[in-house]
T-cell receptor, first 111, second 111 residues
Framework: GQQLNQSPQSMFIQEGEDVSMNCTSSSIFNTWLWYKQDPGEGPVLLIALYKAGELTSNGRLTAQFGITRKDSFLNISASIPSDVGIYFCAGLRSNTGKLIFGQGTTLQVKP | DTEVTQTPKHLVMGMTNKKSLKCEQHMGHRAMYWYKQKAKKPPELMFVYSYEKLSINESVPSRFSPECPNSSLLNLHLHALQPEDSALYLC??????????FGSGTQLSVL
């Protein structure tokens, strides 16, 4: 099935550093979503993007919907230890309700 | 209220057992989903219910049987599972074609 290419696969950073991760696809999506998942828990929605070029912030998080509608990135500024987790991008096809996930970016933050 | 509630949180079952996973949402969402997730992998879609009717079955084995008793409830009946079915089972809900909200999951172990 279709997959999104998410990178990097993992990151190990110092507390206070900024983080950037991105997703690319070979096809167009109507909506891009970014989720964070802690071990043993379900994914929590961080940011939803609905329009090409849209730039949206949620606290220290900023995400953009690419102009071509085939990519998106997520930035985390001034990372803190509780940012640790797995971040998933997901493209949503509104006509089917199917959510296509990236492979995830595992973030570790050193205090 | 943006909560999707799943029970139980953990479940251990033998290969001859019959058990059920339950999911509930009170956001008025008309689409509900079951996902399966292995460790460090993205969630994989199993079933989609739209307006209480099964709309997508991603070729899931018949030992998994979904049920949608009403617009707020979603069940997943399990029978004669295999050890490789051990995983985190996630329920999600959404408005049609909109962002998905996930529950915290049921961690299933099949012995």
């Amino acid at each position: 099935g279709q997959q999104l290419n998410q990178s990097p696969q993992s990151m190990f950073i110092q507390e206070g550093e900024d983080v950037s991760m991105n997703c690319t696809s070979s096809s167009i999506f109507n909506t891009w979503l970014w989720y964070k998942q802690d071990p043993g828990e379900g994914p929590v929605l961080l940011i939803a993007l609905y329009k090409a070029g849209e730039l949206t912030s949620n606290g220290r998080l900023t995400a953009q919907f690419g102009i071509t509608r085939k990519d998106s990135f997520l930035n985390i500024s001034a990372s803190i230890p509780s940012d640790v987790g797995i971040y998933f991008c997901a493209g949503l096809r509104s006509n089917t309700g199917k959510l296509i996930f990236g492979q995830g970016t595992t973030l570790q933050v050193k205090p | 209220d943006t909560e999707v509630t799943q029970t139980p949180k953990h479940l251990v079952m033998g290969m001859t057992n019959k058990k059920s996973l339950k999911c509930e949402q009170h956001m008025g969402h008309r689409a509900m989903y079951w996902y399966k997730q292995k460790a460090k992998k993205p969630p994989e879609l199993m079933f989609v219910y739209s307006y209480e009717k099964l709309s997508i079955n991603e070729s899931v084995p018949s030992r998994f049987s979904p049920e949608c008793p009403n617009s707020s409830l979603l069940n997943l009946h399990l029978h004669a599972l295999q050890p490789e079915d051990s995983a985190l089972y996630l329920c999600a809900s959404s408005q049609e074609g909109q962002k998905l909200f996930f529950g915290s999951g049921t961690q299933l172990s099949v012995l």
